[in-house]
């Protein structure tokens, strides 16, 4: 029972220092964090037949899209000041070509939706032009999935040399919870292995442990692939 005491005030002690860590490193990050500029411009969506208007994109609603929709976004890219700029701009659910102008900087999804995969969701990430300023940037989707989208998120453009700090910086919370979940897991399984065959009293609570293992790992990979910080 002692042992058992000082294991779980061991672990606490521990999840409180992870904790504490990551809030600190989160601070700090959020204080050197590269500005990321938001594309609030006269926007214009068209969604099959049908026309919205707004400054603000992430305003501007319409009906729940349904698979077979096919939906366009417009507005004029203004001079960002911004070296060499990259737009991040989300979809879901969608067939997305990306276009500066007249000419495709963009696309995804086609080979996927003609083999009826399932396209998900997530930002991409794309470098405009030298010649941009000034021009219009028409984002068109064809919706896969019933029940898509309302709506969309900002468009932001940042410096293309800071994707990945930005990318990192605002998952950092979730890259430390990760990392904690797979030391937990692979170590509890190694633990697990080597005292299953000695400790007969044991089995009980090892079998447990080795459930709460697998648990673990299953979250962990599902952070990954949802926060797609295993694209990095």
């Not at 960002?80 to 276009?99: D, G, W």
């Not at 442990?209 to 692939?225: D, E, P, S, Y």
Request: glycine share 6%.
């Amino acid at each position: 029972m002692d042992n058992s005491r000082q294991i779980v005030l061991k672990a606490a002690i521990l999840t409180v220092l992870i904790l504490g860590l990551t809030f600190f490193l989160k601070q700090i990050v959020i204080d050197k964090q590269i500005q990321m500029v938001p594309l609030d411009t006269q926007w214009q969506i068209r969604v099959n037949d049908q026309q919205y208007a707004g400054d603000r994109l992430e305003e501007i609603t319409f009906p729940m899209t349904q698979k077979g929709d096919h939906v366009e976004i417009t507005g004029v890219l203004p001079d960002l000041k911004i070296t060499q700029p990259s737009l991040q701009i989300n979809f879901r659910q969608s067939e997305i070509h990306i276009y500066v102008g007249e000419k495709e900087i963009y696309s995804y999804g086609m080979q996927y939706a003609k083999r009826g995969v399932m396209l998900g969701a997530g930002y991409i990430w794309q470098e405009l032009p030298a010649d941009y300023a000034g021009k219009v940037l028409r984002v068109t989707l064809d919706v896969q999935e019933n029940d898509a989208f309302n709506k969309f998120l900002t468009i932001y453009a940042q410096e293309t040399s800071h994707i990945y700090y930005n990318m990192f910086s605002n998952q950092i919370l979730t890259v430390v919870i990760i990392g904690f979940l797979l030391c937990f897991g692979y170590t509890s399984l190694v633990i697990v292995v080597c005292m299953y065959t000695r400790k007969n009293a044991y089995r009980g609570m090892l079998s447990g442990l080795m459930w709460i293992a697998v648990f673990a790992l299953l979250v962990a990979t599902w952070l990954l692939t949802y926060s797609r910080m295993i694209e990095i």
